[in-house]
């Protein structure tokens, strides 16, 4: 499942598929078997699983649909979604044991496989015919999920209203029992609805407290930011602890980086505050190369549309961008601070679009390659800090870039292009070291997927989008390289 992360576990699976007449005698009625666990309400895929079963017509004639056979437990009964229940003993010869991929229908949360909370044949029916309706949500028909139920069928009116007339309904039938998901099926890219009970839903816990784990992360970033800012002790990586006070001459430089990543995350706070989005601690990743690779932010509880995502995934690297230009134009033109600035090859530009553009714009001749060039080293700190937030802004997982082109375009294109950026990403991981560590981060830690959210139809407003894409086509500055020389006397001209 691309929504979930897959555990396989053994169940045991129920092959039989019993049909019987109608009560009208219009024909044959199909029985689908709803078991302890099916596939996650995951929007990527809807597993099916063994045996099939033809529908008959009804009144709209509607068209042969496949029975998904779902794994049930191994518990004294076997009750299939139409309520009956069949003696397991009695159906003991047509048992066999197979191996069946399932997760949580939220990525980060757990799952609880009990038989006490499966959905009752009762409560959906109530969920079809008086939670669902004509003016909301069309049923026309229903798929046993992990401790759930998926509703496909018709949406009618906006998605963003229908949810909350949807939501209403299911919290005056049930209270708080139930949680909603209005979601799009990426294999015919309709509309479907999950219901899911919420006590499956629970955060997942972990064996070191978080707050402590993220401090040991921010303590470690700390001493890569001073380390990245000495030169001397970055040629010899040991040599550091013999000479510790060498660490002073990069307080500057730490602080003006590790400002523009705390504005950056100061920024998802604020905005996931006004959505009311929860934030875990932030885990801050240490990098020699650069500092730092920024930080590591979980969203806990569910989002409730992509507008809130953008707004929370956009923040971030929007005022890193912004406090981070700034400070690198007054790094051009400001004068050193001591009046000797750092001495640099002017080839070091080439190695950024925005960087090396800025430096001819306003160096102008005094650009050459070959020639040093004595810039204010608060080029290179606020340099650093685009850098940072410019490879947080790649779509791709669970980076706020990857959250930002799922909000923008849909989980199903965000998939691809996240599939893109990850394959060209390690492309550059042959040639450059920064790009192999981040590719493996975000294998490792942040390839996704996103979770569900609440409702993922209704796409934002055009002005949040036009900020997401101008953040994408910032970051895309910032890394890629500045391919023309910095003297037009260097270029050659060719006899034809």
């Not at 005094?366 to 779509?395: M, Q």
């Not at 942040?446 to 910032?474: C, D, H, K, M, W």
Request: proline share 6%; charged share 20%; glycine share 8%.
């Amino acid at each position: 499942c691309a929504i979930c992360r897959i555990r396989n576990r053994r169940f045991v699976c129920q092959a039989m598929t019993e049909t019987e007449p109608d009560g009208d005698g219009n024909g044959d009625e199909e029985k689908e078997e709803l078991g302890d666990d099916a596939s996650s309400p995951s929007v990527d895929s809807v597993t099916q699983e063994n045996g099939s079963a033809e529908s008959e017509t009804n009144a709209d004639n509607t068209k042969d649909e496949t029975v998904n056979t779902e794994p049930l437990s191994s518990s004294d009964t076997v009750q299939n979604i139409d309520g009956d229940a069949t003696p397991a003993s009695d159906a003991q010869e047509n048992v066999e044991v197979v191996d069946v991929a399932v997760g949580s229908p939220l990525p980060g949360m757990k799952q609880q496989l009990d038989e006490s909370v499966r959905i009752p044949k009762a409560t959906i029916d109530i969920l079809k015919d008086q939670v669902f309706g004509f003016d909301t949500f069309f049923v026309t028909s229903q798929e046993p999920y992990e401790g759930g139920i998926l509703f496909k069928g018709n949406l009618r009116g906006q998605p963003a209203k229908s949810y909350e007339k949807i939501t209403n309904r299911l919290q005056n039938k049930f209270g708080d029992q139930y949680k909603l998901f209005l979601l799009i099926n990426p294999e015919d890219d309709k509309p479907v609805a999950v219901v899911v009970p919420r006590q499956t839903l629970q955060p997942e816990t972990t064996a070191v407290p978080e707050w402590f784990a993220a401090a040991s992360f921010g303590v470690v970033t700390i001493f890569t930011l001073l380390l990245r800012n000495v030169p001397l002790l970055q040629d010899n990586l040991l040599s550091t602890f013999d000479n510790l006070e060498l660490l002073k001459d990069g307080v500057y430089g730490a602080l003006v980086t590790a400002a523009i990543i705390g504005v950056h995350e100061i920024a998802h706070i604020l905005a996931a505050r006004d959505t009311g989005i929860k934030l875990a601690v932030p885990y801050f990743v240490p990098s020699w190369q650069i500092g730092s690779f920024g930080a590591i932010t979980r969203i806990v509880n569910i989002v409730r549309n992509r507008e809130d995502l953008l707004k929370v995934a956009a923040a971030g690297p929007l005022a890193g961008f912004s406090l981070g230009f700034v400070l690198l134009l007054l790094g051009f033109i400001l004068p050193p601070s001591d009046g000797l600035g750092l001495v640099i090859d002017p080839a070091v530009f080439h190695e950024s679009f925005l960087v090396g553009g800025l430096a001819k714009l306003i160096l102008g001749d005094a650009l050459k390659e070959g020639t040093k060039l004595s810039i204010n080293p608060l080029v290179l700190w606020a340099w650093a800090g685009l850098l940072i937030n410019a490879i947080n802004s790649i779509p791709a997982g669970e980076l706020d870039g990857g959250r930002i082109a799922f909000a923008m375009w849909g989980r199903k294109i965000s998939s691809r292009i996240s599939s893109l950026a990850i394959g060209l990403l390690g492309i550059s991981a042959l040639f450059n070291d920064v790009a192999f560590y981040w590719v493996v981060l975000i294998f490792f830690l942040q390839r996704g997927p996103i979770s569900p959210l609440s409702e993922e139809i209704t796409e934002p407003e055009n002005n949040y989008i036009s900020i997401g894409v101008a953040i994408l086509l910032f970051g895309l500055l910032v890394c890629l390289p500045y391919p023309f020389p910095f003297d037009p006397s260097q270029l050659t001209d060719f006899d034809l």
